[in-house]
């Protein structure tokens, strides 16, 4: 504690931990707000922090800490993303992220913790739980490294980090281009106009959704689903739109459009519906919003409660994914892949069982080829014969038992005439060594198990994509579209999990070929090519 000064101190290269550093006069200096943050950072997997009070100006310090070092750099470019992307506005004075290494400079200082005004603080009652000016230097040093200890995330938990800010990263860049590649404005533009009654739309408005989708979906405003497809298209293109247009936006990106390939961005799609919108609207604003040509940081504050918001007879219950038909193709082929599954589950434990030979799950997934997942969903065709065959081992003579005395007398070996004292110390230090190798035996073989269970979540989510894409029916697919199936396949190819996953993608590369084969379709190119010369040309494809 210094006389005149508050001590701080500058990030190196690698640390331990990370602030977020919050004013009191911030926008999210409140239980709501801290309740977010600290929401956003469990889905990351960072589910442990400590909140303490910086100084009596009652701003907090969100710390984040973790076993061993990482990347300062690193570190802060991660958490820059994930509040970013989840719409938090990082400004000095309202959200800060410390580790702030510099580029050119020595990067910005931190205020050490346990100076004067420092105090530990409950998350959810936000109440002053111990404050520094009442413990002694030693007791608040024990009070703040037991913080450390207990609320540290391994690498691991920096790595899922990474791969969430990742994947989040992808699926916002994925919002973009499907804002951007919205259609142009043209016969399908249904004018706007006032509602007489309180309607789930007119009549023409449900007969346009009704031959769109085939049939009016349940609980879709036709009327509201077609202002927000004209929004779409053409964006605002009158004074005080923009909470019209927020809204039945929210409902058309709820329900999508199958004329457009637009998929439907249902119950657990609120994130994606809230990028797709901010990035239309700040595009095709058409300087009808005062608030969005400024580029004003609240002119879309209201896009996150319109893409959150429930209807009050759903409040309070679990929400279920909206999903559009599957086609029946998809469910024959779910129901074949778990036949097989089944019968080849049978098979291995019907050998287990012809050797009496007891099994574990590692071995019935290798017998089977079946991942862990699929085993356990199918318990029932080998929980039974485990037991039994794990029953049987224990009646088996004691030489199937290594325990102490249970071997048979002809099969334990001669004791020795003289017996072998050891001292206390010596026993007790072999001891402690036997049980460390034993934990590091175990902590490996549960990175072990981590790594094959990560290997194998990346398999199926590699398939899930995949297969998303596949038209139910090729031969009657547009020409375009199977360009583009064709590419993404082949770039998915450079992200095969294993050889049998790559020869069944490329399986269906060659099928899609087949049926390009000879068919023409339209080459189209950019505005910059056709300024260099390049003409348009209309070639069939092949192989």
């Given at each position: 504690?210094?006389?005149?000064?508050l001590?701080?101190?500058?990030?190196g290269r690698a640390?331990?931990?990370?602030v977020?550093?919050?004013?009191?006069?911030?926008?999210?200096?409140?239980q709501?707000?801290?309740?977010?943050?600290?929401?956003?950072?469990?889905?990351a997997g960072?589910s442990?922090s400590?909140?303490?009070?910086?100084?009596?100006?009652?701003?907090?310090?969100?710390?984040?800490?973790?076993?061993?070092p990482?990347?300062?750099?690193?570190?802060?470019?991660?958490?820059?993303?994930?509040?970013k992307?989840?719409g938090?506005?990082l400004a000095?004075?309202t959200l800060e992220?410390?580790?702030?290494p510099?580029?050119?400079?020595?990067?910005?200082g931190?205020?050490?913790?346990?100076?004067p005004?420092f105090?530990?603080?409950?998350p959810?009652?936000l109440?002053?739980e111990?404050?520094?000016a009442?413990?002694?230097?030693?007791?608040?040093?024990?009070?703040?490294?037991d913080?450390?200890e207990?609320?540290?995330?391994?690498?691991?938990?920096f790595?899922?980090?990474?791969?969430?800010?990742?994947k989040?990263g992808?699926?916002?860049?994925?919002s973009?281009?499907?804002?951007k590649?919205?259609?142009?404005?043209g016969?399908v533009?249904?004018?706007?106009?006032?509602?007489?009654?309180?309607t789930?739309?007119g009549?023409?408005?449900?007969?346009?959704?009704?031959?769109?989708?085939?049939?009016?979906?349940?609980?879709?405003?036709?009327t509201s689903?077609l202002?927000?497809?004209?929004?779409?298209?053409?964006?605002?293109?009158g004074?005080?739109?923009?909470?019209?247009?927020?809204?039945?936006?929210s409902?058309?990106?709820?329900y999508?459009?199958?004329?457009?390939?637009?998929?439907?961005l249902?119950?657990g799609?609120e994130?994606?519906?809230?990028?797709v919108?901010e990035q239309?609207?700040?595009d095709?604003?058409?300087d009808?919003?005062?608030?969005l040509?400024?580029g004003?940081?609240d002119?879309?504050?209201q896009?996150?409660?319109?893409a959150?918001?429930?209807?009050?007879?759903?409040?309070g219950?679990?929400l279920?994914?909206?999903?559009?038909r599957?086609?029946?193709s998809?469910?024959?082929?779910?129901?074949?892949?778990?036949?097989?599954?089944?019968?080849?589950?049978?098979?291995?434990v019907?050998?287990?069982?012809?050797n009496?030979?007891?099994?574990?799950?590692?071995?019935?997934?290798?017998?089977?080829g079946?991942?862990?997942?699929?085993?356990?969903?199918?318990?029932?065709?080998?929980?039974a014969?485990?037991?039994?065959?794990?029953?049987?081992?224990?009646t088996d003579?004691g030489?199937?038992?290594?325990?102490?005395?249970?071997?048979p007398?002809?099969?334990?070996?001669p004791?020795?005439?003289i017996?072998?004292?050891?001292?206390?110390?010596r026993?007790?230090a072999?001891r402690?060594?036997?049980?460390?190798?034993?934990?590091?035996?175990?902590?490996?073989?549960?990175?072990?198990?981590?790594?094959?269970k990560?290997?194998?979540?990346?398999?199926?989510?590699?398939?899930?994509e995949v297969?998303e894409r596949l038209?139910p029916?090729l031969?009657?697919?547009?020409s375009?579209?199977?360009?583009?199936?064709?590419?993404?396949y082949?770039?998915?190819?450079?992200h095969?999990?294993g050889?049998?996953?790559?020869?069944w993608?490329?399986?269906?590369?060659?099928?899609?070929?087949g049926?390009l084969?000879?068919?023409?379709?339209r080459?189209?190119?950019?505005?910059?090519?056709?300024?260099?010369?390049?003409?348009?040309?209309?070639?069939?494809v092949t192989?």
């Amino acid at each position: 504690m210094h006389p005149k000064y508050l001590l701080g101190a500058r990030a190196g290269r690698a640390t331990r931990y990370a602030v977020l550093d919050i004013d009191s006069g911030s926008k999210y200096h409140n239980q709501k707000s801290l309740e977010l943050i600290l929401r956003t950072l469990g889905d990351a997997g960072i589910s442990k922090s400590a909140l303490y009070r910086s100084s009596y100006s009652d701003g907090w310090h969100l710390y984040i800490y973790f076993d061993e070092p990482v990347s300062s750099k690193d570190l802060r470019n991660q958490l820059v993303q994930l509040l970013k992307l989840k719409g938090f506005l990082l400004a000095k004075g309202t959200l800060e992220i410390f580790p702030h290494p510099g580029e050119n400079s020595d990067g910005q200082g931190l205020r050490l913790p346990l100076q004067p005004g420092f105090a530990w603080l409950n998350p959810v009652t936000l109440e002053v739980e111990h404050d520094r000016a009442e413990l002694s230097p030693t007791k608040a040093l024990t009070y703040f490294l037991d913080d450390l200890e207990h609320a540290a995330h391994s690498r691991h938990d920096f790595h899922r980090l990474k791969a969430y800010v990742e994947k989040l990263g992808e699926r916002h860049n994925a919002s973009v281009v499907s804002a951007k590649s919205m259609p142009s404005p043209g016969a399908v533009v249904v004018p706007f106009r006032r509602k007489t009654e309180q309607t789930q739309g007119g009549p023409d408005d449900a007969a346009i959704v009704a031959s769109v989708f085939g049939s009016v979906p349940p609980g879709i405003n036709s009327t509201s689903w077609l202002k927000g497809r004209n929004y779409a298209m053409s964006g605002l293109n009158g004074p005080s739109q923009r909470a019209d247009a927020i809204f039945c936006l929210s409902h058309y990106l709820f329900y999508g459009d199958p004329e457009f390939d637009r998929p439907a961005l249902g119950y657990g799609y609120e994130q994606q519906r809230t990028w797709v919108i901010e990035q239309l609207l700040s595009d095709k604003h058409n300087d009808q919003s005062k608030d969005l040509s400024e580029g004003r940081q609240d002119a879309l504050a209201q896009v996150t409660r319109a893409a959150n918001w429930v209807p009050p007879h759903k409040r309070g219950q679990e929400l279920q994914p909206y999903q559009s038909r599957v086609p029946v193709s998809w469910v024959r082929n779910r129901a074949n892949l778990k036949m097989d599954a089944r019968k080849r589950i049978e098979k291995a434990v019907s050998e287990f069982t012809i050797n009496k030979t007891a099994f574990s799950l590692r071995d019935l997934k290798d017998a089977s080829g079946c991942s862990t997942d699929t085993i356990y969903k199918h318990k029932d065709l080998w929980a039974a014969a485990k037991s039994v065959l794990r029953d049987r081992l224990a009646t088996d003579p004691g030489e199937y038992n290594a325990g102490v005395g249970a071997a048979p007398q002809e099969s334990q070996p001669p004791s020795p005439s003289i017996p072998k004292i050891c001292a206390p110390g010596r026993l007790a230090a072999r001891r402690i060594v036997f049980e460390i190798k034993v934990r590091a035996e175990r902590e490996a073989k549960a990175k072990e198990r981590e790594a094959v269970k990560k290997q194998e979540y990346s398999t199926l989510q590699w398939q899930q994509e995949v297969i998303e894409r596949l038209p139910p029916d090729l031969t009657v697919c547009d020409s375009r579209q199977l360009v583009s199936i064709l590419a993404f396949y082949r770039s998915m190819l450079l992200h095969c999990p294993g050889e049998l996953e790559q020869e069944w993608l490329v399986s269906w590369i060659d099928r899609i070929k087949g049926v390009l084969a000879g068919r023409p379709i339209r080459v189209l190119q950019s505005d910059a090519e056709r300024s260099e010369g390049a003409l348009t040309a209309e070639e069939p494809v092949t192989s």
